[in-house]
């Protein structure tokens, strides 16, 4: 298992259809990608995510199945990132280097940063305009059982910070695209800047 954690994405994704076709499921290659995100390309945590798929009891593994019964870890991290960087204590450098530690490379962080900021201001807006949680789920395309966290993490920013982080994400991507920072400075940058 540990020669495999050194693989390449596209070596482990092969890796990860070996495995499953081992215990009998199948997943299609999308899926499978999916998978090997969600268990962070850790073969370990790969392996007990198959487990849980193999105890549906199901032939072939759809892409909600996967999203009921394997809880994304990096996604986990993101929201936990942004957590401490609006708390006045917050440690979002460990939280940080606790993400690059896994080896996801910083271009990818980004995009999910700002992803998670979208929600958290589509969630505020909906709020603002007395959608309930179901509503609110739909417009935004989530499972319902995610959608307490963000409502929760909404409260806590105003528009004021909303807008300011939104001013500092596009800045960064634009100045990672253009080649005039790079992405690990300017993610450590944002998280001791806000």
């Given amino acids: 298992l540990q020669e495999y954690n050194k693989l390449s994405k596209p070596s482990f994704n092969k890796y990860a259809k070996e495995l499953i076709s081992q215990y ?79 080896k996801v490379d910083p271009k990818y962080i980004l995009p999910m940063i700002i992803r998670n900021i979208r929600l958290i201001t589509q969630t505020k807006y909906l709020i603002s305009n007395n959608y309930n949680y179901s509503q609110i789920a739909s417009v935004l395309k989530i499972p319902p059982f995610t959608l307490p966290p963000i409502v929760q993490t909404s409260n806590r920013y105003d528009w004021g910070k909303i807008k300011s982080k939104y001013e500092k994400l596009s800045n960064l ?22």
Avoid: A, H
């Avoid at 991507?173 to 806000?194: Q, W």
């Fill in 24 to 102: 009998g499921i199948t997943i299609s290659s999308d899926l499978i990608t999916l998978l090997s995100q969600y268990s962070n390309f850790d073969t370990q945590r790969l392996e007990n995510n198959i487990l849980k798929l193999k105890l549906l009891g199901k032939e072939l593994i759809n892409k909600e199945d996967i999203q009921l019964l394997i809880q994304d870890t990096l996604q986990q991290d993101i929201w936990k990132l942004l957590d401490e960087m609006n708390s006045k204590e917050g440690k979002p450098l460990k939280i940080l280097e606790d993400i690059l530690t896994q």
């Fill in 173 to 194: 991507d634009y100045e990672i695209k253009v080649g005039r920072i790079d992405s690990k400075l300017g993610l450590t940058l944002f998280c001791t800047t806000i």
